[in-house]
């Protein structure tokens, strides 16, 4: 596949999975796509499994399986049966060959941000835009602790993939419609698997930001934000100065939307409260600009 970096910078693991990227063929591809689909019912999906999905090629299936392993892109088990799982660099590959095949990203950059449960990457489209992939991770902060719990993940198959997946799910759809809303989010992309593709925001993270000219109107813009957010049925539920890019120009974008709330959940206010409170506190300690807490929800309500 015709895929490549645009800059091979320091990207650790994934630079091998984009050098992987480049040997396979869509046979490959295919091959990926059965194991994931095993995942659903087996722990490791058994050999004959896969190889039933290709009856014309069994042998080069297998020789296949292989390399896959080989390249890391499968764990191969033995035991009362030959079987095989993605590892987290197959999941990775599937998503990013999928988001290559449907045009929406050509190259891949450097990695730009690892959060606790993402790794965001920049990347261009076929027409050179500028965009980024953030890539879910859901468990990864508590690996260890997961991996005592082993026999709870190994008989769930691939949970950490499809919770990673459920969490790209979530936050594309509530970019699509905030976006749609005319909020400042970033444009969506496109979405696979645990990946999603969107904008890519110039600018810094309002928390390393020192001096403003007019930290106020910054304040009234983020807040206005959040009360169009609320009117389209949403509660980002993590705001803060550290999901808050504030632009060149000093007009801002609220990014990191994977554990919104619909307005009607049971907790959605409460987070609503928190959102406003982190973003008054913040601006009030580096700025020294004060807005009341019940009176700023009053007008968002
Ligand atoms: N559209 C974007 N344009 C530019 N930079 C971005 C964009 N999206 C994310 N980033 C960068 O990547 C970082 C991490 O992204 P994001 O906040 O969405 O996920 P996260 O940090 O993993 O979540 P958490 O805050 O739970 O750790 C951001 O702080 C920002 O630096
Ligand atoms: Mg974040």
Redesign the pocket.
């Known amino acids: 596949m015709n895929f490549g970096f645009f800059q091979l910078a320091r990207c650790g693991s994934m630079e091998k999975v984009i050098r992987s990227f480049k040997q396979l063929e869509s046979e490959d591809f295919r091959i990926l796509a059965t194991v994931e689909r095993g995942m659903g019912s087996y722990e490791y999906v058994p050999i004959d499994y896969i190889t039933k999905s290709f009856p014309k090629n069994v042998s080069e299936t297998i020789s296949r399986l292989d390399r896959l392993h080989k390249l890391k892109l499968l764990v191969r088990w033995i035991g009362a049966y030959i079987g095989y799982r993605l590892t987290l660099s197959g999941y990775d590959i599937l998503a990013l060959g999928s988001l290559v095949s449907s045009n929406i990203i050509y190259a891949f950059g450097h990695r730009?941000?690892?959060?606790?449960?993402?790794?965001?990457y920049?990347a261009l489209t076929p027409s050179n835009e500028r965009?980024?992939v953030?890539l879910?991770?859901l468990g990864r902060t508590s690996f260890k602790q997961v991996r005592r719990l082993r026999s709870y993940v190994h008989n769930k198959g691939g949970s950490w993939f499809f919770a990673s997946r459920g969490s790209a799910e979530k936050?594309y759809s509530a970019l699509q419609i905030l976006f749609e809303a005319g909020i400042n989010v970033?444009r969506p992309r496109g979405q696979n698997r645990h990946a999603i593709v969107?904008?890519?925001?110039?600018?810094d993270?309002l928390y390393l930001i020192r001096k403003l000219p007019n930290p106020l109107k910054i304040l009234n813009e983020i807040l206005d934000n959040v009360k169009l957010s609320y009117r389209v049925g949403i509660v980002h539920s993590?705001l803060?100065e550290?999901?808050v890019?504030v632009k060149p120009d000093f007009h801002v974008?609220l990014?990191?939307?994977?554990?919104w709330l619909p307005v009607k959940h049971v907790e959605a206010l409460r987070y609503l409260r928190r959102d406003v409170s982190n973003i008054l506190r913040f601006f009030e300690r580096r700025f020294g600009v004060r807005k009341d807490l019940e009176e700023t929800m009053k007008k968002i309500l």
């Open positions: 730009v941000g690892i959060g606790k449960e993402s790794d965001v920049d965009v980024i953030k879910h991770r936050e970033p969107m904008d890519f925001v110039e600018g993270e993590d803060s550290h999901n890019i974008v990014i990191d939307w994977p554990q």
